[in-house]
C-alpha cells in the first residue's frame, strides 16, 4: 500500500479508537519518516493572523480536541486518473476529514517530500475549512462481496497471462478477506478485530506502484494477448474495491 495512504490510514484508526475510548493517542512513525508537520488555520490575535503548527500526531491530536473534534474520517477517490502513477508520493488524493461540533468541516492534505540526505521524507499536512460541506457525515458499505468476485476475476487473468505472481497475490488477498488465513505482516492499525481481516486484505491486494508492480510487465504481457481491454477493466474495477474496503475498515465503526 502506498505509504502516504498507509499514514492517512494510521492517523484516521489512531484518533477515531483515541475519542472513542478516551484513552491515549498511539502513533508511531514510520522507518522511513523524519519529520510530521501538521500547519492549522491562522488564528486571530490582537497584532496579527498567526498559523500554529505542531510536529508530532499527538500534538495535532490534542490541537485538534481543542477545536471540539467529534469525529474524522478518511477519504480517497475511488478512481485514479492513471493508475501507473501510484506509486509515487503525492499520487494518490487522499485526505482527512475532521468534523467539530458547531458543524465545521475541516479538512487536511498531505504533501510528500524526499530529503536525499537524510533519505527520509518531511511530511507537511495543511488544514482547511470545507465551505458548505454536504450535510451528514460519509457512510461506507461493507463490499466484501463485490471484493472477493474482482479478486476472482483478475487472478484468472493474471494466470492466463502468466502473471503467476501476481495471481498468487490475489488469491492470498481473497484467502485474508474470507478468514482463511492470517496476514503474514499484520499492520500495527488500531482497527477492531470485526475489520482487520478487510483492511490486510485491501492491502495485501494493493498491487499499483511503479517498476516490478500490476502497473508495469502485466499490461504488457497483457497486450501481447490481446487482453489489454480485460486488464484495463479489471485493474480499474480491483482499485475501486480496494479503496471501498479500506474505507468502510478505517471509517465504519
Known amino acids: 500500500m502506498n505509504g502516504e495512504l498507509f499514514q492517512i490510514c494510521k492517523l484516521t484508526a489512531a484518533t477515531k479508537k483515541a475519542l472513542a475510548q478516551g484513552g491515549e493517542f498511539l502513533f508511531a512513525p514510520g522507518q522511513y519518516e523524519n519529520r510530521i508537520e501538521f500547519q492549522f488555520l491562522p488564528m486571530n490575535t490582537l497584532s496579527a493572523q498567526e498559523a500554529e503548527c505542531v510536529y508530532h500526531p499527538a500534538d495535532w491530536f490534542e490541537k485538534c480536541k481543542q477545536q471540539d473534534l467529534e469525529d474524522i474520517k478518511m477519504m480517497i477517490p475511488l478512481k485514479a486518473e492513471n493508475r501507473k502513477v501510484l506509486g509515487f508520493a503525492n499520487t494518490s488524493r487522499a485526505s482527512i476529514l475532521t468534523f467539530l461540533k458547531n458543524g465545521e468541516v475541516h479538512y487536511w492534505v498531505a504533501h510528500w517530500e524526499f530529503d536525499s540526505k537524510l533519505r527520509l521524507w518531511n511530511i507537511v499536512y495543511k488544514e482547511s475549512v470545507w465551505e458548505n460541506a454536504p450535510q ?91 487482453l489489454e481491454e480485460e486488464y484495463n477493466r479489471l485493474s480499474d474495477e480491483l482499485l475501486k474495491q480496494i479503496r471501498q474496503a479500506v474505507l468502510f475498515a478505517v471509517n465504519q465503526w
Request: aromatic residues 10%; positive net charge.
Open 136 to 226: 451528514g457525515r460519509p457512510q461506507f458499505a461493507d463490499n466484501t462481496k463485490e471484493f472477493l468476485a474482482v479478486l476472482g476475476r483478475i487472478g484468472e487473468l493474471a494466470n492466463k497471462i502468466g502473471a503467476h505472481y501476481f495471481g498468487k497475490i490475489f488469491r492470498e488477498a481473497a484467502s485474508i478477506l474470507r478468514k482463511e488465513q492470517k496476514p503474514k505482516g499484520v499492520s500495527e492499525l488500531p482497527l477492531p478485530e470485526a475489520y482487520r481481516h478487510i483492511f490486510e486484505a485491501a492491502a495485501r491486494a494493493d498491487v499499483f506502484g511503479a517498476m516490478g508492480s500490476w502497473n508495469d510487465d502485466p499490461a504488457y504481457m497483457a497486450h501481447e494477448k490481446g
